[in-house]
């Protein structure tokens, strides 16, 4: 649960912060016990997802879908991916295409589209001559 709360009596601008109850996960009976322990591996848990969320944020110019997508095609490509076997390492990915990444995903196929164009044109996806991604 996050509260709004004021840090300073004097300031107009509203705190935003998480309320103890809400800083365990309800699934984790240790976390609802209040053992350290696993209260310490949340907040590192917790930290990193930040961290990187950000770090997304910020690489994709704000677009949370660009990456999402970008891994949803990276965890399909790979699937069948022989390590070692660098030379041949295009012809080993699988490929798949926006209705599909659309089905796995929920985004609307258009949506996908544009995105995966997007992404196609600052070099992070690339079209193979059949029309689909890898």
Not at 19 to 25: G, I, L
Not at 37 to 48: D, H, N, T, V
Request: glycine share 4%.
């Amino acid at each position: 649960m996050i509260t709004s709360m004021q840090d300073q009596p004097d300031s107009d601008a509203p705190r935003i912060s998480v309320s103890p109850d809400a800083s365990a996960s309800s699934d984790c009976q240790s976390c609802r016990s209040g053992e350290s322990i696993c209260r310490k591996a949340c907040q590192i848990s917790w930290a990193y997802m930040v961290q990187s969320l950000s770090r997304l944020y910020h690489e994709f110019d704000g677009d949370f879908l660009l990456p999402l997508i970008l891994g949803e095609v990276y965890m399909h490509s790979t699937r069948n991916y022989q390590t070692g076997d660098d030379k041949h390492h295009h012809a080993s990915l699988l490929a798949t295409n926006p209705f599909s990444i659309s089905e796995v995903t929920g985004i609307p196929r258009e949506t996908v589209r544009r995105k995966i164009a997007k992404l196609v044109a600052d070099g992070r996806l690339e079209y193979r001559p059949i029309a689909v991604l890898s």
